[in-house]
Each structure stands twice: as C-alpha cells, then as structure tokens.
C-alpha cells in the first residue's frame, strides 16, 4: 500500500513544481507570499484556489481533492504563531504536525528548533506542497502520506493540529487520536477558529490570537483562534 501512496505524492511534486516555474501571475497560479499572522514562513498558495482546482483537474482529466494546502487556514496560522513565540515548546523535541496541509505549522516547530519534523497529510498534493514549502523556507520536514487517525503511537514529543476540526466526521475520528497520543505522554496542542465541533471539556485554552483570515468564502477579515491542549 505504501507504494501506490508514494507514486502519488511524487507525480503532484512533479506538478507542483511545474506550476511554480510556471509563467504567468493570474489568480489560478501558485505564488510565493508570506503568511499574514507569521510572516517568517513564506508559502506557495494560489489567488483563488477554487480556480486553481479547476484549472488543474481540467489539465489532469480527473477530479483531485480540494487544495486546502493551497490556502492558510486561521488554525494553522495561530499554531504557529505560538510556536514561534514560544520556541521552547518545540526545540529539541520530536514533532509531528498532523493534516498539515501547507506545512504551516511544521515549518514554524524546524524554524523553532525542533529537532525532527514530520508533517502528514492524506493528501498528495499536500505532501507535496510541504515539500517545496520547507524549501522555500529553507527547513527540514519529512512530509509523509497516509491516514495516521487509526493508529496509537505518534512517536512524537510533540503533536501539533491545526483546524483539523472544520466537520464532525473529522473531529470524531481526530479527538479520540489526539486523547490516545496525550495518554501515550505526546504533549498535543491544536489550533481551532471555533467551527462548532469541538464538545465542551475536552481541550483547555492555552492562548488565544486574533488571526487575519485568508481561506475563501469567509465574510470577517479577523477570526478569534484558541491554542489548546487535552484537558
């Protein structure tokens, strides 16, 4: 099975890495722009990312899963604000950042002085977005594919999820993951802009951010992002 999954993540670096040298600077196109809330990190994200996915599956002839690593999502965005505010959280450590998209938040834990970075994401295009992510920054992650939420051991110090969340089928797979990793003694902090899935009591508040918002079809230009840890 890991085959099929690594042929995958490497065929969307291929395509990634052709629409970066690609010309042209149309809201359908990658560009390299650094994060509102964190600055530090620059990442490849597309104008428009609905018109990027539609280009790009015309072009590919199939459906592909929508580019969520092609925004910067407000969860991410406070997780790794706090760790670049507080680096102590991840230097040293062993860090995995779970569905990370971007690569957001596992480039903030190396620039942090994490000593080892794993991001996951189910998503090739995602894996692969990591990858010319951590370039750009100059960082090293080891961007890893396939579903981690059935599994009990991160091998991790620290596991970080932001805005991993945004539905209740998700969250009802993530939560008890997360619980698992904490009782395993993973310290687990998670980014969360309150879209209504978290149940009361079971993450406490560790800070709270005021982050500009940059995701599509989101009405307020600020969202109030919670940093949070297992109860």
């Known amino acids: 099975m890991l085959a099929p999954v690594r042929d995958a993540a490497v065929a969307a670096l291929s395509e990634l890495e052709r629409?970066?040298?690609?010309p042209g600077d149309g809201l359908d196109r990658l560009r390299l722009a650094p994060t509102p809330f964190v600055p530090e990190v620059r990442l490849h994200v597309a104008e428009d990312p609905i018109l990027w996915?539609?280009?790009m599956e015309a072009y590919a002839g199939h459906r592909l899963p929508p580019p969520y690593w092609a925004s910067v999502w407000a969860g991410g965005q406070a997780l790794a604000r706090h760790l670049l505010d507080h680096p102590d959280l991840a230097a040293g450590r062993r860090v995995l950042?779970?569905?990370a998209g971007s690569g957001l938040v596992a480039i903030a834990a190396a620039l942090a002085g994490a000593e080892q970075v794993t991001a996951n994401d189910i998503?090739?295009?995602?894996?692969?977005a990591v990858?010319?992510?951590a370039r750009a920054n100059r960082v090293r992650v080891a961007a890893t594919g396939g579903d981690l939420l059935d599994t009990v051991a991160?091998?991790?110090?620290?596991?970080?999820a932001g805005d991993v969340l945004y539905d209740r089928a998700l969250a009802d797979r993530v939560l008890p993951f997360?619980?698992?990793?904490a009782a395993n003694g993973t310290e687990v902090l998670v980014g969360d802009p309150d879209r209504g899935h978290l149940p009361p009591?079971?993450?406490a508040v560790v800070a709270s951010y005021p982050v500009p918002t940059t995701e599509p079809a989101v009405d307020s230009p600020v969202r109030r992002v919670q940093v949070l840890r297992p109860a």
């Open 19 to 22: 629409e970066i040298g690609a």
């Open 53 to 55: 996915w539609a280009r």
């Open 97 to 99: 950042d779970l569905a």
């Open 123 to 128: 998503d090739p295009y995602a894996v692969a």
């Open 131 to 133: 990858t010319v992510n």
């Open 154 to 160: 991160t091998g991790a110090d620290l596991l970080l």
């Open 178 to 181: 997360l619980a698992r990793a």
């Open 201 to 203: 009591g079971r993450l």
